[in-house]
């Protein structure tokens, strides 16, 4: 029979299938010498690949291949870290997607710009250097921070297994600087916020060609909620006066999920501003209208954002959507979905509304903070929600004088 290759995008290994239900897994070490071999071994399993056991052996594989420092590169480390902290003791299978993407990037980045160099000649002028390159790229001091500590992790993980002792490297990390980088005028017209009259630009094509993708950009717009929570919403999630964020519509090989919100304070209360209770009562009446059409044959009747048949509407698609409005409006400049988040919370905080309270609308809070805002709207965020629906109406309001 044909034979049927599984191989792991992220650098898991290799798994064939050689015959019927019979699998051989392949492993690519470097011995002392710094030469590279192949490890095999057949496993006895079904259909589907039997990646917990080849996991398994793989650490055993490269646990008893010892490395010498005078060999190792910063790769080598990162493999043997991959393979046996995170394959065994962080369970990494059971992570979140989002979680093992984030594993998965930062250790890409950290091998594009220190992979090929040997852990004994690392020193802090590389390191130094590496975080410089990750300002230069408009990585966030924060997601830079998380680079170095995944390479500190790695390298304490090294030294507890005895694989090399790591306690000159270790004292570099408390000496690396973070400057700023300074924007030039390309890179402040490329900000991350939407300007009001973008948005409006955008806006007007949407509502004529793409009425579906007005209706989102209205709720990320009045909320600040992510693209995938909107995709995400259904109707009892919706009440008078707030949303109520609980998940978010993802697709992966095809197949539409539910996951829970990106950070664990995402689960929050958004309140519905005016502007929005109307945009949200004409879509419900609009789309009722075309579920009394189709009838039983309407896939989803309790979701919000659905196609003309009632089905989920694919993340990609509407991405796709809004880059194609986009260049019909004449924007010139990258701006995303996230780019109209982005402006409903540096909207608020130019309306003087406390870093505190943009933090819980956006779930960025603390989740006790979430759980007693979800009981009742305090104080300050009443009053934020009238100073953005009066700053909007004014601002549409002269729009509408100037047009």
Same mark, same amino acid.
Request: aromatic share 10%.
């Given at each position: 029979?044909?034979?049927?290759?599984?191989?792991?995008?992220?650098?898991?290994?290799?798994?064939?299938?050689?015959?019927?239900?019979?699998?051989?897994?392949?492993?690519?070490?470097?011995? %002392?010498? &710094?030469?590279?071999?192949?490890?095999?071994?057949?496993? +006895?399993?079904?259909?589907?690949?039997?990646?917990?056991?080849? !996991?398994?052996?793989?650490?055993?594989?490269?646990?008893?291949?010892?490395?010498?420092?005078?060999?190792?590169?910063?790769? !080598?480390?990162?493999? +043997?870290?991959?393979?046996? +902290?995170?394959?065994?003791?962080?369970?990494?299978?059971?992570?979140?997607?989002?979680?093992?993407?984030?594993?998965?990037? =930062?250790?890409?980045?950290?091998?594009?710009?220190?992979?090929?160099?040997?852990?004994?000649?690392?020193?802090?002028?590389?390191?130094?250097?590496?975080?410089?390159? %990750?300002? !230069?790229?408009?990585?966030?001091?924060?997601?830079? *921070?998380?680079?170095?500590?995944?390479?500190?992790?790695?390298?304490?993980?090294?030294?507890? =297994?005895?694989? %090399?002792?790591?306690? *000159?490297? %270790?004292?570099?990390?408390?000496?690396?600087?973070?400057?700023?980088?300074?924007?030039?005028?390309?890179?402040?017209?490329?900000?991350?916020?939407?300007?009001?009259?973008?948005?409006?630009?955008?806006?007007?094509?949407?509502?004529?060609?793409?009425?579906?993708?007005?209706?989102?950009?209205?709720?990320?717009?009045?909320?600040?909620?992510?693209?995938?929570?909107?995709?995400?919403?259904?109707?009892?999630?919706?009440?008078?006066?707030?949303?109520?964020?609980?998940?978010?519509?993802?697709?992966?090989?095809?197949?539409?999920?539910?996951?829970?919100?990106?950070?664990?304070?995402?689960?929050?209360?958004?309140?519905?501003?005016?502007?929005?209770?109307?945009?949200?009562?004409?879509?419900?009446?609009?789309?009722?209208?075309?579920?009394?059409?189709?009838?039983?044959?309407?896939?989803?009747?309790?979701?919000?954002?659905?196609?003309?048949?009632?089905?989920?509407?694919?993340?990609?698609?509407?991405?796709?959507?809004?880059?194609?409005?986009?260049?019909?409006?004449?924007?010139?400049?990258?701006?995303?979905?996230?780019?109209?988040?982005?402006?409903?919370?540096?909207?608020?905080?130019?309306? &003087?509304?406390?870093?505190? =309270?943009?933090?819980?609308?956006?779930?960025?809070?603390?989740?006790?903070?979430?759980?007693?805002?979800?009981?009742?709207?305090?104080?300050?965020?009443?009053?934020?929600?009238?100073?953005?629906?009066?700053?909007?109406?004014?601002?549409?309001?002269?729009?509408?004088?100037? &047009?």
């Amino acid at each position: 029979m044909r034979k049927k290759n599984r191989r792991n995008q992220k650098g898991r290994g290799c798994l064939v299938m050689i015959r019927e239900n019979v699998w051989r897994g392949r492993v690519n070490i470097k011995t %002392l010498e &710094g030469k590279r071999k192949q490890v095999t071994k057949v496993f +006895y399993a079904g259909q589907e690949p039997p990646w917990a056991e080849f !996991d398994s052996w793989k650490a055993e594989v490269i646990k008893n291949y010892p490395l010498q420092s005078k060999n190792m590169t910063i790769e !080598d480390l990162v493999k +043997y870290w991959e393979s046996n +902290y995170c394959a065994i003791k962080l369970k990494i299978d059971e992570m979140r997607e989002n979680t093992k993407d984030i594993y998965y990037y =930062t250790s890409k980045r950290i091998l594009k710009y220190l992979g090929s160099k040997k852990v004994d000649e690392l020193s802090f002028q590389d390191l130094q250097i590496f975080v410089n390159r %990750l300002i !230069d790229e408009g990585i966030s001091k924060k997601y830079i *921070k998380e680079h170095v500590r995944l390479i500190k992790s790695i390298l304490k993980y090294a030294d507890s =297994t005895d694989k %090399l002792n790591t306690n *000159k490297l %270790l004292k570099y990390f408390d000496n690396l600087s973070y400057p700023s980088k300074k924007l030039n005028i390309n890179e402040v017209k490329n900000s991350k916020a939407a300007e009001p009259s973008e948005i409006k630009k955008i806006e007007k094509e949407a509502k004529k060609k793409i009425p579906l993708l007005w209706v989102i950009i209205q709720i990320i717009k009045y909320t600040g909620m992510r693209r995938s929570e909107v995709l995400g919403l259904s109707w009892q999630d919706i009440m008078e006066d707030r949303i109520r964020v609980t998940k978010q519509l993802k697709k992966k090989n095809g197949v539409f999920y539910f996951d829970i919100p990106k950070t664990k304070h995402g689960y929050r209360v958004v309140p519905i501003v005016k502007q929005l209770k109307q945009v949200l009562t004409e879509y419900k009446v609009e789309q009722s209208y075309k579920k009394s059409i189709v009838g039983n044959a309407w896939v989803h009747p309790e979701h919000v954002i659905t196609n003309e048949i009632g089905e989920y509407v694919d993340p990609h698609l509407v991405t796709t959507w809004f880059r194609k409005i986009r260049k019909i409006a004449g924007i010139g400049r990258k701006i995303t979905l996230h780019s109209i988040r982005h402006f409903y919370s540096s909207y608020l905080s130019n309306l &003087g509304v406390p870093v505190e =309270t943009i933090s819980l609308l956006l779930g960025h809070a603390d989740r006790n903070s979430t759980e007693i805002y979800i009981h009742h709207l305090d104080a300050n965020i009443k009053q934020s929600v009238r100073l953005f629906e009066e700053a909007i109406e004014a601002f549409e309001l002269a729009e509408g004088a100037d &047009g």
